[in-house]
């Protein structure tokens, strides 16, 4: 089994950084497609950024040029560092991973999330 822990989240001031990790442990062989959405009470989630293994990003237009995803494989973890932050930036951060790992009857690739980090941004 895979699990998926995210971790930096907290309380910043507006235009603030911070920089969440996602790290899996467990049976990961490789991690491929890794994403990061938001959530806020009463709203659907939200997709914020992704990557790929060959390391392709995308950015929702409300975060590009202030967030950054990256990965260290050899570390089994995402970052999504985020730069002048908004009240809007508000909300419960998930990330989740299609991450391929080996079972008895060979490779299987399952898709997990993890647990969420509350980011706050207020003065």
């Known amino acids: 089994q895979v699990q998926l822990l995210e971790s930096g989240g907290g309380l910043v001031q507006p235009g603030g950084s911070l920089r969440l990790s996602c790290l899996a442990s467990?049976?990961?062989?490789?991690?491929?497609?890794v994403g990061w959405s938001r959530q806020v009470p009463g709203m659907q989630r939200e997709a914020v950024a992704s990557?790929?293994?060959?390391?392709?990003?995308n950015y929702a237009d409300s975060v590009k040029d202030r967030f950054t995803i990256s990965r260290d494989d050899a570390k089994n973890t995402v970052y999504l560092q985020m730069n002048s932050l908004e009240p809007e930036d508000t909300a419960v951060y998930y990330c989740?991973?299609?991450?391929?790992?080996?079972?008895?009857?060979?490779?299987?690739?399952?898709?997990?999330w993890g647990q969420g980090t509350q980011v706050t941004v207020s003065s």
């Open positions: 989740n991973a299609d991450v391929r790992s080996i079972g008895r009857s060979g490779f299987y690739t399952g898709n997990y």
């Open positions: 467990g049976s990961v062989f490789r991690i491929d497609v």
């Open positions: 990557i790929t293994s060959a390391g392709s990003t």
